[in-house]
């Protein structure tokens, strides 16, 4: 296949950046979107050129390092993929692409397509997880799980943390993903007693991080790898209020 | 000149004496302690954030120590072990099936064909059932029955169902659950998380570990960070072979530093080729995939029983077909261990009875099994990883049987570590896949996950206060003339390798390696294939400084900087894998060696020349290595002939 690809390059922070087109030819209907930049990189490095910086690393669609936004659609074209595992026999020989990063306030660009995302680790710092210090914990099978719980809580802790959702939101909101934990958690016994106070400080904690609100633009799910469902965002809503009501602080812990 | 020269052997292990089932309650009860108050005066620095370095962090911060960490990814939850699929062992026995610690113990020192330590493969047992629970509390969405309860499946090398999982995603729901606890800590302030953070090398101080050197992967400043002690947590060295399992930025970098600085690193040629991978599909291959071991409980593996049998499956009738595996090894079949799988599939392959375009693969069927349970039931416990496959080769599973082939998956060796997992340089600790620990020459399926846990978690935890608390060290700062050589040594390294500007990319090379690592030092070694592998290596190592081509400065993001540092190491460990292999005169586990085999082809064991730790001192560029030997004494597990027939 030969194909265009326009490319969103940007030297820095500070840089303006714009789109650059790089004609790429016989490129094999096999190899995934990856090997096919790198097949331009490699070009791009023997020519004295600098290469196209993307962030990627396991390359099979669970560390959620990658992720570009392909024609406008986060990771491409094909749903329940990352860009990793896209593959080139999505695309038509001849065809132009788009290849741009994720686009939002909370992730500024670092370099081309590279972006930083550090604000969902702040988001799970603040509230993100059980207090289990180690050593303290009961034995396994001390609390059963209902297998529906279990099932349902693993379903949203599926998330890659990937941030497609928040570059197809047109709020830029992170809300799927904070959804996403809360939901996870808060369906297990194990999550019970942080319920509240950790939904206020991961709800918090993602407002200060610059995300914009949840609109219900309903975006996200359908650009989200591992189909994390709207109606998690509909779990935190709900809870958000009980704790609201609650008058629950947010000090992880209490 | 000669390959290597043999030094003194390694005395002590520093494992109590007594019952082997005391031995960790001994060495507890004997750690020193650090008192609270004193903890939080102490730094630790803690490389990588994977479930050994994440647990790790996570622990000793929870516990009051100062804890500094660092990863190369843009977060710590994208440690490589977010990609293990199937499960973590544990001797919980919630199945009532005859397993036990002392079982599970059996089989890890015989799954290892007796090539680890009794004392370490007894306390990972020991600690497994702590584990479950550890990760149960943390909310760890672990599989489950109906009534409740966790759901266990079986895995290679066992006849027992001792293996808990999350779906196909069992490291990332253990690896989110470590990430989380360590997020908690540096929320709390006590743990400073260095993300895109590259360490390029060990600082030494009066012969102790005290600090490393990073490289900011953003904005490329080197900086020198100091410590009372140094944990690596910084995985497997699988992409030597620049084809693996293993994720793209997975590097030998941090723990060859170490060596270099003088740190053992042991049994370096003892690599798992994982026999479930998606085969190859031509030049531009960048990585393999892994198709987890738990698909071999439901499907079955077979070739044609003819050569160059080209129809398409669906056609080829069962009397025609050969389960090799079924019929080979009747009592664990399709669940034989994956070095015995593994070469089992080279073997048809190199009858010429491979399958698919380019012959080097082998069905994994599951028809019978959808048959039997019904498709939902596949789909259930299988879905996300035959979507998987099927966006990879555009093939459906439920409808035509998967191909499959061995590929470099994990690295049983790594830097020698004593029972306190700290290397032979006092206050370097070495935890998960970058020890070389407790599998031996093989690691049974579902173990990784759990020795990178039980070590993080728990083990490092104890052992690491017992060395702190001999302190307080001298304070020392990055201004230290050791610290002030260790950067500038980083700074000219970093500029030799701009300063090239040949005319090949790091990529050419790192894969030319790859192809002679994986035809001479793979699934199958020979004397005459190491020897000249060992000289292409040094060829082609010198053709890499002369011509390799490094785009950039090293003052910004640089990623085929990152990947040439990262290249120049594999080099040097390439060739120390070749030696070892070369040295190591007999096969065990994941080394074979084609002069040394069974009449029916299986491993031979020499146990009179062999039955010990290779561990490899480093004396200077291009001089012989030290070997230094670590005697293996089984007390409770009696070598045999490992037999999975
Ligand atoms: C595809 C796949 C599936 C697997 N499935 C299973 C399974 O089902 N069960 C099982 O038990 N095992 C499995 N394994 C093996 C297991 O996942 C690994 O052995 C284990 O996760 C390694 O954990 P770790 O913490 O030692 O290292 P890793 O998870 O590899 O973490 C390494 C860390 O070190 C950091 N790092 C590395 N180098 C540097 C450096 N120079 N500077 C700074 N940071 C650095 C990285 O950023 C990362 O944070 C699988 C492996 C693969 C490849
Ligand atoms: S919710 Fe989906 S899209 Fe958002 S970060 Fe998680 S996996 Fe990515
Ligand atoms: S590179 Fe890991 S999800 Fe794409």
């Not at chain 1, 279990?150 to 993903?177: Q, R, T």
């Not at chain 2, 490289?215 to 100091?226: A, H, K, N, W, Y």
Request: charged share 25%.
């Amino acid at each position: 296949m030969n194909l265009t690809l326009r490319i969103w390059r940007q030297k820095g922070p500070e840089d303006k950046g714009r789109m650059v087109t790089y004609p790429v030819d016989d490129v094999s209907p096999d190899m995934s979107f990856l090997e096919m930049l790198d097949v331009l990189n490699e070009r791009l490095i023997l020519a004295g050129d600098d290469p196209v910086a993307f962030d990627h690393d396991c390359r099979e669609g669970i560390c959620g390092m990658c992720g570009l936004m392909i024609n406008g659609d986060a990771h491409g074209p094909q749903r329940g993929t990352t860009a990793c595992q896209l593959h080139m026999r999505q695309f038509k020989d001849g065809e132009t692409i788009d290849i741009e990063p994720w686009r939002a306030s909370a992730f500024p660009v670092v370099k081309d397509l590279v972006v930083n995302r550090s604000a969902f680790d702040r988001i799970i710092a603040a509230g993100g997880y059980v207090t289990a210090p180690t050593g303290s914990a009961p034995e396994a099978h001390s609390t059963p799980v209902a297998k529906a719980n279990a099932d349902a809580a693993f379903e949203s802790a599926a998330c890659i943390g990937c941030g497609a959702c928040v570059a197809a939101c047109p709020n830029g909101s992170g809300m799927l993903f904070t959804a996403a934990k809360l939901t996870q958690l808060s369906l297990l016994p194990q999550g019970q007693p942080e319920r509240y106070t950790r939904v206020i400080g991961m709800v918090d904690a993602h407002d200060e991080a610059g995300f914009g609100g949840c609109t219900n633009a309903g975006e996200c799910t359908p650009a989200c790898p591992k189909g994390i469902p709207l109606n998690t965002i509909g779990r935190l809503n709900r809870d958000y209020l009980a704790a609201t009501a609650k008058g629950a602080n947010n000090t992880p812990g209490s | 000149m000669e390959l290597f020269t043999e030094g003194d052997p390694i005395a002590d292990t520093k494992a109590p004496a007594g019952p082997v089932e005391k031995r960790w309650e001994t060495r507890r009860f004997e750690a020193k302690l650090v008192n609270p108050a004193n903890r939080r005066k102490m730094t630790v620095i803690v490389v990588g954030t994977g479930l050994a370095g994440g647990s790790a962090a996570a622990t000793l911060a929870e516990q009051g120590y100062h804890v500094k960490s660092y990863c190369y990814q843009d977060s710590p939850r994208r440690a490589h072990s977010i990609a293990a699929q199937g499960g973590i062992n544990a001797a919980k026995n919630y199945r009532n099936d005859g397993d036990s610690v002392h079982r599970l113990f059996y089989d890890t020192v015989k799954g290892g064909d007796f090539r680890s330590r009794e004392s370490n493969v007894h306390r990972l047992a020991e600690v497994s059932v702590n584990i479950i629970d550890q990760c149960v509390a943390q909310g760890v969405p672990f599989a489950r029955e109906y009534g409740g309860l966790l759901d266990t499946r079986s895995f290679g090398g066992a006849q027992v169902q001792r293996t808990f999982y999350a779906r196909g995603q069992t490291g990332q729901q253990l690896l989110l659950g470590a990430y989380q606890a360590l997020e908690r800590q540096i929320g709390l302030g006590n743990v400073e998380m260095n993300a895109r953070h590259e360490m390029l090398e060990l600082v030494l101080v009066d012969g102790r570990a005290r600090g490393i050197v990073v490289r900011d992967l953003v904005t490329g400043e080197i900086s020198t960070e100091m410590a009372d002690a140094v944990v690596l947590a910084s995985g497997g060295y699988g992409n030597v072979f620049y084809l693996s399992t293993n994720a793209k930025g997975c590097n030998v970098t941090a723990t060859w530093r170490a060596h270099r600085k003088g740190a053992y690193f042991a049994n370096p040629c003892y690599t798992q080729i994982h026999p479930t991978c998606i085969p190859v599909s031509g030049d531009h291959q960048s990585k393999l995939t892994l198709m987890s071991e738990s698909l071999r409980n439901d499907g079955r593996v077979w070739v044609p029983k003819t050569k160059g049998d080209d129809r398409s499956p669906k056609d080829i009738g069962e009397d025609e077909r050969d389960y090799y595996l079924e019929r080979i090894y009747p009592s664990f079949g399709n669940l034989v261990p994956r070095d015995i799988a593994s070469r089992a599939a080279k073997n048809v392959c190199d009858e010429g009875r491979g399958v698919g375009p380019t012959k080097l693969g082998v069905y994994l069927d599951f028809a019978d099994a959808i048959g039997r349970l019904g498709r939902k039931a596949i789909e259930a416990k299988y879905g996300n990883l035959f979507e998987m496959y099927e966006r990879i080769t555009g093939e459906d599973p439920y409808e035509v049987p998967m191909r499959i082939y061995p590929a470099v998956h994990y690295t049983m060796g790594g830097l020698w570590v004593d029972y306190d997992l700290q290397s032979n340089i006092p206050g370097l600790f070495v935890i998960g896949e970058a020890n070389f620990s407790d599998h031996g020459a093989n690691r049974l399926g579902a173990s990784a996950l759990m020795q990178g846990l039980a070590d993080g978690y728990f083990v490092l935890p104890t052992t690491i206060a017992n060395y702190l608390a001999s302190g307080p060290l001298e304070k020392v700062d990055a201004s230290h003339p050791a610290a002030v050589e260790a950067r500038t040594d980083v700074e000219d390294r970093v500029q030799r390798l701009l300063a090239v500007d040949g005319d090949r990319t790091v990529d050419s090379f790192h894969r030319e390696l790859g192809q002679i690592m994986w035809e001479h030092c793979g699934m199958e070694r020979s004397e005459a294939g190491l020897r000249k592998a060992i000289d292409e290596i040094r060829a082609l190592r010198e053709q890499f400084w002369q011509r390799v081509k490094v785009s950039g400065t090293g003052e910004e993001l640089n990623q085929s900087l990152e990947k040439a540092g990262r290249v120049a190491d594999f080099f040097e460990l390439a060739e120390l894998m070749c030696i070892d292999a070369l040295h190591r005169e007999e096969s065990c586990g994941g080394h074979f060696r084609a002069e040394h085999q069974t009449p029916d082809g299986e491993a031979q064991r020499d146990d009179d020349r062999f039955a010990y730790v290779a561990a490899w001192e480093f004396t200077a560029d291009g001089g012989p290595s030290v070997l230094h030997k670590e005697d293996l004494k089984f007390e409770y597990v009696h070598p045999t002939q490992r037999s999975y027939k």
